[in-house]
């Protein structure tokens, strides 16, 4: 039963924009979305800081002609959709609190992601979450081919290719009085150890490329981590942007180096090594490869996850070469990935690493 004296509110979880000739509803807390007409908006708009069903029923009124009797059926509807709450109620009250304290930071896109999948349904591996995962990726595996197990840019965007031994070869040749500094040898060794391919797992499903294995943990073997070389100065080695391809086990030349100015922006964050840095190395993530596997919406986890393990790995790898290893977040991902001819939408930057000579 509706009361005229009643105080309702705008459920923190909703977003209203116009898209295209219509009003779109959208329900975070409740997971829904619906085209709404002009009137909806207008409703809702006067309860969106609480207020009295009574006086908001003034305040429509003296904008549009509207009888009482409409209004409340109008209200009574919102309220049934949760759209419309009162000031007790827990999922708005709890929704309100997140908001005001993400906004502190700055974060206002992000937290409607966190409401929206806050209480996504993630599988339990205590229980039956094994076998429910085996199935799902059979399901997917009938559905959808999976061969993303690395990148090779095309042969027209190729400049010159530098062959490196394999990741195993050179783990195996490695020891512990290697301490031979930064050169194009040990660059190349650095990038395979890290980013090459050690072995494969076999996958019998249809559709589906063998598994890759690497020196670095990764979620479901998925490894949706790239490395690229950014070469300043290192003895012996072309100027210029290198990707190392996992599909061929080579540095692969794809660009001119960008002047000094550009560098300075796109790696702020790394120039602040107390050393000077020869080269820069570049971790990206290819979303499609964890997305394929890992379709919950905190996927993304894993990818930050990937590429800190890598990290560590750079950096433990590179003080037993003798480098100097700087890693930093401070990277200007559009300029860097507008230089690498990558769309942001499928393959990221997420970290800058300045590399440096003999410590």
């Known amino acids: 039963m509706i009361n005229l004296e009643d105080k309702l509110y705008l459920n923190a979880g909703i977003r209203i924009k116009f898209n295209d000739d219509s009003w779109e509803l959208t329900d975070l807390l409740n997971k829904k979305r619906n085209k709404v007409n002009t009137l909806i908006v207008m409703v809702i708009s006067v309860f969106s800081h609480g207020e009295s069903i009574d006086n908001s029923y003034k305040m429509i009124s003296r904008k549009i002609n509207i009888e009482l009797s409409e209004f409340i059926s109008v209200v009574k509807n919102l309220v049934d959709s949760k759209i419309l709450v009162d000031g007790k109620d827990s999922n708005h009250l709890w929704a309100s609190e997140v908001i005001e ?22 599988l339990d591996y205590k229980k039956d979450g094994q076998l429910k995962d085996v199935y799902l990726m059979e399901e997917y595996a009938e559905k959808e081919v999976d061969h993303n197990r690395g990148k090779k840019y095309k042969v027209g965007k190729i400049k010159k290719e530098i062959k490196v031994d394999s990741t195993i070869n050179i783990l195996k040749n490695l020891s512990a009085s290697y301490k031979e500094g930064l050169n194009a040898d040990t660059i190349a060794k650095l990038m395979s150890s890290i980013f090459g391919v050690l072995r494969k797992r076999r996958i019998t499903w249809e559709n589906v490329s063998d598994l890759v294995k690497k020196t670095n943990p990764s979620g479901g073997s998925r490894h949706p981590s790239e490395g690229y070389l950014f070469n300043i100065s290192i003895d012996n080695l072309e100027k210029g942007i290198y990707h190392f391809s996992s599909l061929t086990s080579t540095l692969d030349i794809i660009n001119d180096l960008p002047e000094e100015d550009y560098l300075k922006k796109a790696f702020a964050g790394p120039l602040r090594a107390s050393f000077k840095p020869k080269a820069f190395i570049v971790i990206t993530s290819v979303f499609e490869r964890n997305m394929y596997r890992y379709r919950e919406p905190r996927t993304f986890r894993t990818i930050f996850m990937d590429v800190g393990h890598i990290v560590e790995n750079i950096s433990k790898t590179g003080d037993f070469l003798g480098m100097n290893i700087y890693p ?5 991902e559009e300029m860097i990935e507008n230089i690498l001819g990558i769309n942001y939408l499928e393959e990221g930057a997420i970290m800058g690493i300045a590399v440096g000579g003999e410590k």
């Open 101 to 122: 304290e993400w906004s502190k930071k700055g974060w206002e896109k992000s937290v409607d992601y966190h409401l929206l999948t806050y209480d996504y349904p993630f």
């Open 328 to 332: 930093h977040q401070g990277i200007d």
